[in-house]
Antibody
């Protein structure tokens, strides 16, 4: 059973860059079938998809975050990462990574990591 | 962007009752629709994909139906562990995907 685990700093100051990593275990990030997505959830709110990376390195982002988000792969470590630049308090949320596909949606999720942006 | 609208926002029911949750897409998403369950403090869990296919390990009391713009998630007989928030998500307009705002199923 594939497992995902997010890691990264929980507290940032405004205008810093958020960097999170998702480690994939018991499965390969190079499957050629799955996409690897980042999703966030503001406190008490719904789910917001941020973007994904494919094993080839191709990426796609939500239009609302496209200018600040960057997702990359590290196949040697079986990890993928999210960078979000120039954070503000509005980026305070729980960040999830998930395995995604054309056919079976987001079938495996990490447990989530809370991020707070505060001066 | 495809907008997903869920109704009702909150559903108050008793254990053993049937729950019917709706999800409407602003344009056709074919059958590329998933449902997720989220318990407080936990990550979402995939329940249904392809509008009607149960994910691995999901009990048969959960069923999904619909296509195009109108979808339904039915829980045939609510168990205590089913009281949670449910989200629909479209993945038709590849590569983009969008979630509904959620329906909370609470104990009456």
């Amino acid at each position: 059973q594939v497992q995902l685990q997010e890691s990264g700093p929980g507290l940032l100051k405004p205008l810093q860059t958020l960097s999170l990593t998702c480690t994939v275990s018991r499965g390969s990030i190079n499957s050629g079938v799955h996409y690897w997505s980042w999703i966030r959830q503001h406190p008490g709110k719904g789910l917001e998809w941020i973007g994904y990376v494919f094993y080839s390195g191709s990426t796609y982002y939500s239009p609302s975050l496209k200018s600040r988000a960057s997702i990359s792969l590290d196949t040697s470590r079986n990890q993928f990462s999210l960078n979000l630049t120039s954070v503000t308090a509005a980026d305070t949320a729980v960040y999830y990574c998930a395995r995604d596909s054309h056919t079976s949606a987001m079938d495996v999720w990490g447990q989530g990591t809370p991020v707070t942006v505060s001066s | 962007e495809i907008v997903m609208t869920q109704s009702p926002a909150t559903l108050s029911l008793s254990p053993g009752e049937r729950a019917t949750l709706s999800c409407r897409a602003s344009q056709s998403v074919s059958s590329n629709l998933a449902w997720y369950q989220q318990q407080p403090g936990q990550a979402p869990r995939l329940l249904i994909y392809g509008a009607s296919t149960r994910a691995t390990g999901i009990p048969a009391r959960f069923s999904g139906s619909g296509s195009g713009t109108q979808f339904t998630l039915t829980i045939s007989s609510l168990q205590s562990e089913d009281f949670a928030v449910y989200y629909c998500q479209q993945y038709n307009r590849w590569p983009s995907r969008t979630f509904g705002q959620g329906t909370k199923v609470e104990i009456k």
